[in-house]
């Protein structure tokens, strides 16, 4: 089985993620001044669209952009995403589930975060998960950001008896712990709407990361305080931490 799992992926087309070059990952709510920053853009968009696409590719020029798929995509999502997909209007995607693989045969392909791919066995380029151990200087990785805790395929929204006629636009919809910590959710939409839990604390690594050894750095630039983000985008290794607000998460330390 692992020899056809070799197979499978040595026959697809790998993004060779630069060395020194800064990425964001944006979306349709994000600053101008994060996009013109980065060097690489990585759009995650809040709605999966022909024409969502066409009117970012259209704004950012001279960039690099990828397109961030989605983890849940059922047939009818699908076929939205393989009509952007075939339009070549991105340089890469960010595969963060399986059916990406075969959805971007012939494209070149990042493997996404929310894989969670814990190892190198495979030899994958990847964007690190957050819950790894290993040090991969020749991989990109998260640096700043809200983590997504969960994926929700049902609606919280429908749970609470609230209709889809006043969630054009959510905005401050949390779920709160025992321990009275907020936990936002954001939105997004393909055919079908999906939320995603985020983290409580956003991750910031730019204090402990080691300029000579992590060269390939991403900023996840949505729903986290917009001056923060832009701040460790133009200077990754010199920022502050907060630890009311912030955390490390499991930085090289894995999952026990």
Known sequence: MSDKISEYFSKLSFYDF?????????????????????????????????????????????????????VESRGKDTAILSNIVEKDYFSAYVANNIYAFELCKGKKILCGAQLNLLNNNLGLKKIISIESAENDDNNPMIIFGR?????????????????????????????????????????????????????????????????????????????????????????????????STETRGRFLKGVK
């Open 18 to 70: 630069p060395e020194k070059k800064r990425c964001a990952i944006v979306n349709e709510e994000t600053c101008d001044e994060i996009i013109n920053e980065a060097d690489i853009v990585i759009f995650s968009p809040l709605c999966y669209s022909l024409s969502v696409a066409e009117n970012f590719v259209s704004m950012v020029r001279g960039k690099e952009i990828l397109l961030d798929l989605t």
């Open 147 to 243: 983590a997504v805790l969960m994926n929700l395929t049902h609606c919280p929204r429908r749970q609470l008896g609230l209709s889809c006629s006043s969630c054009s636009q959510p905005r401050g919809f949390t779920l709160t712990d025992s321990a009275s910590n907020n936990f936002e959710l954001r939105r997004h939409r393909t055919y079908y709407c999906y939320w995603e839990v985020l983290n409580s604390k956003v991750l910031n690594l730019s204090p402990v990361i080691d300029p000579a050894r992590h060269t390939r750095l991403i900023v996840d630039a949505r729903n986290v305080d917009k001056d923060k983000a832009l701040a460790v985008l133009k200077s990754p290794f010199d920022n502050s931490f907060d630890a």
